[in-house]
């Protein structure tokens, strides 16, 4: 096409990438693609939300305990899990252009597929076919950023991507009231499902190389893939799974309960809660991508990228402990207090998952998150059950505030308990160095 480079996957091709189209420079193509990142990360935390919104509805419709609602959302996690250990491998052998756009396309078929649930196995159903293909939305995402930033932008980067899960969980709650109001629940899927057809054409349109940054001087997408069997030889790989099998569970408990907690607590149903929802989701964007620039600015400033990120996601770990004042809060200072825990803890993830890209190369990025993410589908599937069987039995004793009262306590410790742990495995966040083949 005449005015536009043929620009292929840097994956497809041995040599440089060329410099990405866009008026003036580089710059402006990579910022784009970190917009089509944003978005197509709120479609998919938009097809996840929906469930939570439902619960309610759907509690008199199925008729299902907690504990069942809660083994709808391990079926998720665990299907999100098997899907990690192929989308790393895919995306690192193929590039994130491709795969990406396949993903998306059977995410959103699963979404538009809960449209016809009637039951619990129905639901169960839909959630394995939607954890399955959204498995490759974050490993894609970490690929293609460290494609195209250079280290110091990348925790903005990722910190600006990773605000569409937080988008979605705006957009849900303030859309799936009224249009499961006008038009059935089912059409709130139908909605959330076409929109991922939709991105597919604007990344297949705009993506077409992950240059790298300009600053780094090196092709970002080198074959210099770790193999990986020898990947979980490096206590840094473990520093990074310990780390997602302890806090994974947390975003889900907020995503997944938080709807019914203001429910069962407060007395506010979803059409009377979704301000106070709004509110949090929209503390945790904004507070949480200013966190995310912090270490990039010191890191600017000469600090030592380990120094740099170590000492921001400190800070945000102890920022989480404020979870343990909300019980004793009214609904809007308990709102603020979850909106600065959640950024906190949003901007946690954001440097932990910039430190993926510091230590390994690029060819095994995409690996590195999906072992790490197969290791928070793990407690991911355990925690939604464990939090299901807690309820009822508070519920069955006419008490089921304590049971959300013991499930916050947990989720405010698990900031310091991870960064702790994988500071014990990973004290430095240098390049990994490859031992020698036999």
Known sequence: ??????????????????????????????????????????????????????KPQLDRQLHWTNEQYGWANAAFQGAYGVGMFAAGYLIDRFGPRLTYAVCVAFWSLAALGHSLAASVRGFVVARIGLGLSEAGNFPAAIKTVTGCFPKQERALAIGLFNAGSNAGAIIAPAMVPWVAAAWGWQATFLLA???????????????????????????????????????LEFRQTWSFIVAKFVLDPVWWFFLIWLPDYFKQTRGLDIKRSWPELVTIYGLTTALGVAGSWVSGIWIGRGWSVTRARKRAMAIFAACMLAILAVDRLGNWPAVWTLGIACAAFYAYVSNMFCSVADMFPAG????????????????GMAFPVFCGRVLDSFAARGDVGRGYTLLLAICSVAGLVA????????????????????
């Open 193 to 231: 499902g076409s929109a991922g057809f939709i991105w597919i054409l604007f990344w297949l349109r705009w993506y077409r190389a992950t240059p790298a940054g300009p600053r780094e001087g090196t092709n970002a997408n080198r074959p210099d893939a770790i193999p990986w069997s020898r990947l």
């Open 364 to 379: 095994s990025v995409a690996s590195v998150v999906s072992l790490g993410s197969v290791a928070g589908c793990i407690s």
């Open 1 to 54: 096409m005449a005015g536009r480079p043929d620009l292929r996957d840097g994956n497809e091709t041995g040599r440089a990438p060329i410099a990405a189209p866009g008026p003036g420079h580089p710059d402006y193509y990579r910022w784009v693609v970190c917009g089509l990142l944003f978005a197509v990360t709120a479609i998919n935390y938009t097809d996840r939300q929906i469930l939570a919104l439902l």
């Open 419 to 438: 960064f702790l742990s994988s500071h014990l495995l990973a004290p430095s966040f240098e390049p990994v160095r490859q031992p020698a083949r036999a």
